[in-house]
């Protein structure tokens, strides 16, 4: 069974930048067909994915969010982290670690999720 | 990016009742077709991979269908414990992976 976990701060101003950090267990951090997800979701809202980092080190994120992304992959720790930058009000969002596996890719386990408010 | 459009939007049915529920993408997806499960305060949980293969642990009453550009979940028997939101989601574009926006299935 793989568990994630999420952590960060749970507040964060305008226009600062939004750090955090999920810690994997069980499973094989670094096996083949793993995407490891960042996804968030607004009160009221559908889930919404902000980017992967392939077990290779390729990453892809959201073109609506892109050019504030950055995940980062640390496999001594079997950790995997977000940057998102110039954070706004928009962005205060439950914060979901994810992992994606398989053929089809389907996100088969979810950390809890943090809350993230952005506020001044 | 690919845009999936799910229906209705909201249902209200008894328990014991079989529900549908629709997704369709913007472009052919292939089986490339997700379904998951979210309870109020709670991560969403996955359902149904490849269009319509069931996950490990969940009922069989769950049930996916679908190809290309139009799928269906199909849950049979309604349990009070299954009242809950649907989402789909794609896989097919790994560069933009994207949601359906939710089917909220409520008690009648």
């Known amino acids: 069974q793989v568990h994630l976990q999420e952590s960060g701060p749970g507040l964060v101003k305008p226009s600062q930048t939004l750090s955090l950090t999920c810690t994997v267990s069980?499973?094989?951090?670094?096996?083949?067909?793993?995407?490891w997800t960042w996804i968030r979701q607004s009160p009221g809202k559908a889930p919404e994915w902000i980017g992967y980092?392939?077990?290779?080190?390729?990453?892809y994120s959201n073109p609506s969010l892109r050019s504030r992304v950055t995940i980062s992959v640390d496999p001594s720790k079997s950790q995997f982290s977000l940057s998102l930058s110039s954070v706004t009000v928009a962005d205060t969002a439950v914060y979901y670690c994810v992992r994606a596996h398989g053929t089809y890719v389907p996100f088969d386990f979810w950390g809890q999720g943090i809350l993230v408010t952005v506020s001044s | 990016d690919i845009q999936m459009t799910q229906s209705p939007s909201s249902l209200s049915a008894s328990v014991g009742d079989r529900v549908s529920i629709t997704c369709r993408s913007s472009e052919s997806i292939s089986s490339y077709l997700n379904w998951y499960q979210q309870k109020p305060g709670g991560a969403p949980k996955l359902l149904i991979y490849?269009?319509?293969n069931l996950q490990d642990g969940v009922p069989s009453r769950f049930s996916g269908s679908g190809y290309g550009t139009e799928f269906t979940l199909n849950i049979n028997d309604l349990q009070p414990e299954d009242f809950a939101t649907y989402y789909c989601h794609q896989s097919f574009s790994s560069i933009a992976w994207t949601f359906g926006q939710g089917t909220r299935v409520e008690i009648k």
């Open positions: 490849g269009a319509s």
């Open positions: 980092i392939y077990y290779s080190g390729a990453t």
């Open positions: 069980g499973g094989s951090f670094s096996s083949g067909d793993v995407y």
